[in-house]
Nanobody
Framework: QVQLVESGGGLVQAGGSLRLSCAASGRTFSTYAVGWFRQAPGKEREFVAAISRSGDSTIYADYVKGRFTISRDNAKNTVYLQMNKLKPEDTAVYYC????????????????WGQGTQVTVSS
């Protein structure tokens, strides 16, 4: 079992930055990959970024490449999402997911989601 808790969301102006955290507990943290997803009102949940178990490999959606950075600290059981140059279209609830399939893309595991954290970017 894996439990996930996201934090770090908030209200920021366009061009600003936020850092989200995903704190995990339960199974040994270094044994699974982690992904970030987001869901805007009225839209489907979409992939943002993912990181491998060791942290050596990362995957990004095209719409966040060059602006967002995913990282992990296995000693702290935490994955981070540093978001820079934020745009109003980044407004969404951001969720982390654990133990998905990490390869050329990231396929989320359906039962390991956090509760989400709201990110709102004003223009």
């Amino acid at each position: 079992q894996v439990q996930l808790v996201e934090s770090g969301g908030g209200l920021v102006q366009a061009g600003g930055s936020l850092r989200l955290s995903c704190a995990a507990s339960g199974r040994t943290f270094s044994t699974y990959a982690v992904g970030w997803f987001r869901q805007a009102p009225g839209k489907e949940r979409e992939f943002v970024a993912a990181i491998s178990r060791s942290g050596d490999s990362t995957i990004y959606a095209d719409y966040v490449k060059g602006r967002f950075t995913i990282s992990r600290d296995n000693a702290k059981n935490t994955v981070y999402l540093q978001m820079n140059k934020l745009k109003p279209e980044d407004t969404a609830v951001y969720y982390c997911n654990a133990d998905g399939l990490f390869g050329s893309d990231y396929v989320p595991r359906i039962d390991y989601w956090g509760q989400g954290t709201q990110v709102t970017v004003s223009s």
